[in-house]
């Protein structure tokens, strides 16, 4: 432990489960100095094991629908009485595509399904921000940071519109970004992440392969989510200033690999 975030109060979206990415930054957050509020959709509250994050975490916890800007409007401002202050750094660790979860093929999509995944996993990283500037709820020199994925560049087979998703929440990290930072110095990046064995990423059709695939290829291996925890308290902490608009790769070399010896061997 550095202390590197102590003092600082955050804002985490998205733990479900030991397994989630959320969980794990919250947990190394806190240990790192943090105050934390959490928060997830009322129905991902009641399946999850969120009670059991905030004991040990020492943080309340705030049901919001993440695509309501009621509800939003209702997480900062109880965050802020709770915290007697501004917020430091937020997470973003929210992907659902009900297409995705009720095995529609690309080619015959729902739209109006497919708007909710835009909505859920993409245009909500907005949402966030803007309600936030609008109540001014975030100190200068804070961080926000949103989980993406290689999906967001390149083509992978039965990620379907969780794809343009990713390119939604990148492309929305990069102009509020410049606007957040012109006003406020405030950073906001994504971390595009190794596949992950998630309750949510395991949902995801052949996933056990993408994992298998990436691991084989990646010269670091899989970043796993106790990295990617350590990676978002750097980025959460003064360590970072001046890293903004960024689309940060964390997944073991993957992204920047050909192919390695190890699909060669598999081939021969």
């Known amino acids: 432990m550095n202390n590197l975030l102590s003092n600082k109060n955050g804002l985490i979206f998205g733990a479900l489960d030991e397994n989630s990415i959320a969980w794990k930054v919250a947990e190394k957050c806190y240990e790192e100095g943090a105050n934390i509020v959490l928060t997830n959709a009322p129905i991902a509250l009641r399946m999850g094991k969120i009670d059991i994050l905030s004991k040990k975490c020492k943080s309340e916890v705030i049901p919001a629908d993440i695509t309501s800007l009621d509800d939003l409007e209702n997480l900062f401002i109880k965050s802020k009485k709770i915290f007697d202050g501004k917020i430091d750094f937020i997470l973003h660790s929210v992907g659902m595509s009900p297409n995705v979860r009720k095995n529609k093929n690309y080619g015959d999509l729902n739209y ?25 709820s975030i100190n200068e020199w804070g961080s926000i940071v949103g989980l993406s994925y290689i999906a967001a560049q390149k083509t992978f087979p039965f990620y379907s519109d969780m794809a343009e998703a990713k390119s939604v929440l990148e492309s929305v990290t990069r102009s509020y970004g410049y606007r957040l930072g012109k006003m406020k110095n405030i950073r906001v990046n994504t971390i595009s992440q190794s596949p992950t064995k998630t309750t949510a990423g395991k949902g995801i059709k052949a996933f056990e392969s993408f994992y298998k ?28 200033r001046k890293i903004t608009m960024q689309n940060l790769f964390h ?15 598999s081939f021969n």
């Open 213 to 240: 695939f990436a691991e084989k290829m990646s010269p670091l291996g899989n970043a796993s989510a106790e990295d990617c925890a350590n990676y978002c308290v750097f980025l959460f902490s003064d360590l970072s």
């Open 251 to 265: 997944d073991g070399g993957f992204s920047n690999t050909g192919i390695s010896e190890e699909i060669i061997d």
């Open 112 to 136: 109006d399904w497919f708007l909710k995944t835009l909505d859920i996993s993409g245009i909500s990283f907005h949402k966030i921000m803007q309600v936030s500037e609008k109540l001014d």
